[in-house]
């Protein structure tokens, strides 16, 4: 398949959930419920997705181990989905007091529908099938739109996303098990397979705090914002998407031989984006504190979180493709420490962010601006600790 089509295929499905939010905000004035329900079951996604794949989709015709393989990843996905699920649950349940147990369950069936969508959306990538990762990333997002359109018609708005989201959830996981050939199975090669990956459970944890948040925090502190900044924000993830589809998907090959090629074809184009990251972040901030008046006109507003959010999406995407390069170059417990040094810069930025956010209604720009620092750290860090004896 061209660039151009698997670029279409992404930006179309990229489109459908901005779109959905903003119409919860439109239409449904006062429920606020995917500003909660989206991030907080993707960042739930993001934390738990230990790499118990890896092993499994190097898996060749001529493997001779193919069923023991097979069925340690089964064990463990399905480990690392009962286990996020209780977490899931209890977090939310410690820490929103308030929340009703048909939004509990609702972002924990959301999360099933995420879990075994991305599962399964990541072995057609792998295996050129793009048609069919498609259908799968479409159906993901696209269900979200019937729940507003029954509420428009008189059903209960969240009893409509439980039902809805339990079914999908159904479909999701059945179709995983259908396409992969695969049968669910538990044993105990797949409790070693996820003890042996635990260490970049803090990578995983790392990117989901990075991404989701800001946008809870946004939600529940500013709910006037939220839905159009989680649209901006959804909507800006087309720079990831094409990132992804020029710097990532074609050298995957690169990643999983475990060489040092990655950083020396990448990194001058890398050098070059962050350059532009910087300059970005730089012009946002500046209009924000030279022309304050254009954080109190909507449109003004919508304009500078669009710039710095293009930014953040770019950082990020780069952030993240060095994290992601980490479980195939280095061995867990080096990995570790790493982690750890960047989890610490997060909580150091995100806590100065957050001082800054709740002193003025009008400082949504500090949350990029923190996000990209974060991006920018995590980078300096990783290149300095692996990549730096490199010769380019």
């Not at 499905?13 to 907080?40: C, D, Q, W, Y």
């Not at 057609?124 to 799968?136: A, D, I, K, P, Q």
């Not at 070693?192 to 990117?207: D, E, F, I, M, R």
């Amino acid at each position: 398949m061209s660039t151009f089509s698997l670029l279409f295929q992404r930006a179309a499905v990229l489109l459908i959930r901005p779109a959905v939010i903003l119409a919860e905000g439109r239409f449904l004035p006062g429920m606020n419920t995917l500003i909660f329900l989206v991030p907080i079951s993707a960042m739930a996604l993001t934390a738990s997705s230990l790499p118990v794949h890896l092993q499994f989709l190097r898996l060749t015709s001529a493997s001779s181990d193919r069923v023991k393989v097979e069925r340690s990843y089964v064990s463990g996905l399905l480990a690392v989905c009962v286990t996020a699920l209780s977490l899931l649950s209890l977090a939310l349940f410690l820490f929103w007091p308030g929340i009703s147990s048909v939004l509990l369950l609702s972002i924990c069936a959301v999360f099933l529908i995420e879990k075994f969508s991305d599962e399964l959306t990541r072995y057609f990538e792998f295996r050129r099938l793009y048609s069919r990762w498609f259908v799968v990333q479409l159906i993901r997002s696209a269900w979200l739109v019937i729940p507003i359109g029954l509420a428009l018609i008189g059903y209960d708005y969240q009893t409509a996303i439980l039902s809805l989201a339990c079914g999908i959830a159904l479909i999701s996981i059945t179709a995983f098990f259908l396409f992969t050939g695969l049968k669910p199975a538990m044993d105990s090669g797949g409790l070693a397979l996820v003890k042996s990956n635990l260490a970049y459970l803090s990578s995983a944890g790392l990117v989901a705090m990075h991404r989701q948040l800001p946008r809870i925090t946004v939600a529940a502190l500013f709910p006037q914002f939220a839905h159009i900044f989680q649209a901006i924000a959804q909507l800006t993830q087309g720079i990831s998407l094409l990132f992804n589809v020029k710097y990532q998907i074609p050298y995957r090959s690169i990643i999983a031989r475990k060489t040092a090629s990655f950083e020396r074809v990448l990194y001058p184009v890398f050098r070059k984006l962050l350059l532009l990251v910087i300059v970005l972040l730089i012009f946002s901030l500046s209009v924000a504190v030279l022309v304050p008046s254009v954080l109190n006109w909507q449109a003004g507003l919508v304009a500078v979180l669009a710039v710095a959010m293009i930014a953040d999406s770019l950082g990020f995407s780069i952030a993240t493709t060095y994290l992601g390069y980490l479980p195939w170059y280095l061995k867990p417990r080096v990995a570790f420490t790493t982690f750890c040094l960047a989890l610490a810069a997060l909580f150091f930025c995100f806590l100065s962010g957050y001082l800054i956010l709740t002193a003025s209604d009008s400082a949504l720009i500090v949350v990029p601006a923190t996000t990209i620092v974060v991006s920018l750290l995590w980078i300096a860090l990783i290149r300095y600790r692996h990549f730096r004896r490199i010769k380019l």
